[in-house]
């Protein structure tokens, strides 16, 4: 995949860029570097490799420093909702914004 300037000029568009030339040539050239490092990746056969949870697993064996998955801090909800304009039942109100 390759893109082309008028590519570059409709994302700067739709992302409210104004580039300048100089900037919209330098951007056309890195995403199309950034594409290319991407199909070279693509082009890796990876059949029957299995995903690492870590890149150095594959290196040296590690164990991940995980903690335990436990509630750690106090509920704190109705300090939280003190200054909220309204509340019912532990739930924030909000105004409707969609009809």
Request: proline residues 5%; glycine residues 4%; without cysteine.
């Amino acid at each position: 995949m390759s893109l082309t300037s008028a590519d570059i000029a409709r994302i700067a568009n739709l992302a409210r860029l104004e580039l300048q030339p100089e900037e919209s040539e330098r951007m056309l050239t890195q995403l199309n570097g950034f594409f290319g490092i991407v199909e070279t990746m693509r082009a890796v056969d990876t059949m029957g490799i299995q995903p690492l949870a870590h890149p150095v697993a594959t290196i040296q064996d590690i164990t991940l420093r995980l903690r335990d998955d436990l509630a750690t801090e106090t509920n704190q909800r109705e300090a939280n909702q003190r200054s909220a304009p309204a509340v019912e039942r532990g739930l924030f109100l909000v105004p409707k914004v969609i009809e």
